[in-house]
């Protein structure tokens, strides 16, 4: 009789966590939402000289960029919370400026590759939300904010 307790109270708990996993995101969480460019790593991430920033089309294709400059380019597709991006980039690319563990990326500068991410975004409001991605065995992390529109 202890472990259908025990099974009852983890079945309920998982039941609980879904519940409130499923109610951090908004109803219509569409193409139309994620449309626009986004600064990651927050609002100070627009528009910065070495910041990154997302640009997602409404026509499911997406631009990533560091400084203004390039980094990545393919397509997008947005399943209730689950994000795919179908992408090109070089290695380069994912060479962090901040840190000097991974500056050996830098060697394939001018070599691209095909790369496919999986992100989960949750804590979702109007101007920003948050994700959790996935791409070639590594998680990363990041907060995005909307970006204003430029003039």
């Given at each position: 009789?202890?472990?259908?307790?025990?099974?009852?109270?983890?079945?309920?708990?998982?039941a609980?966590?879904?519940?409130?996993?499923?109610?951090?995101w908004?109803?219509?969480l569409?193409?139309?939402?994620?449309?626009?460019?986004?600064?990651?790593?927050?609002?100070?991430?627009?528009?910065?000289?070495?910041?990154?920033n997302?640009?997602?089309?409404?026509?499911g294709?997406?631009?990533?960029?560091?400084?203004?400059?390039?980094?990545?380019?393919?397509?997008?597709?947005?399943?209730?919370?689950i994000?795919?991006l179908?992408?090109?980039?070089?290695p380069?690319?994912?060479?962090?400026?901040?840190?000097?563990?991974?500056?050996?990326?830098?060697?394939?500068?001018?070599?691209?590759?095909?790369?496919?991410?999986?992100?989960?975004?949750?804590?979702?409001?109007?101007?920003?939300?948050?994700?959790v991605?996935?791409?070639?065995?590594?998680?990363?992390?990041?907060?995005?904010?909307?970006?204003?529109?430029?003039?």
């Amino acid at each position: 009789m202890e472990i259908l307790s025990r099974l009852i109270t983890v079945l309920g708990v998982q039941a609980c966590v879904f519940a409130m996993a499923t109610a951090a995101w908004p109803a219509e969480l569409t193409k139309d939402y994620l449309a626009g460019t986004w600064g990651i790593g927050g609002a100070p991430a627009c528009g910065g000289a070495a910041t990154e920033n997302i640009t997602f089309r409404s026509d499911g294709t997406f631009e990533a960029s560091r400084g203004g400059k390039a980094t990545a380019t393919g397509f997008w597709h947005l399943v209730e919370n689950i994000l795919d991006l179908h992408m090109v980039s070089s290695p380069a690319f994912f060479d962090d400026p901040t840190t000097t563990a991974d500056d050996a990326l830098s060697a394939f500068a001018g070599k691209y590759d095909y790369y496919y991410a999986k992100a989960m975004l949750f804590d979702i409001e109007d101007n920003n939300f948050r994700m959790v991605a996935n791409m070639n065995n590594a998680m990363r992390g990041a907060k995005l904010d909307r970006c204003p529109k430029s003039s």
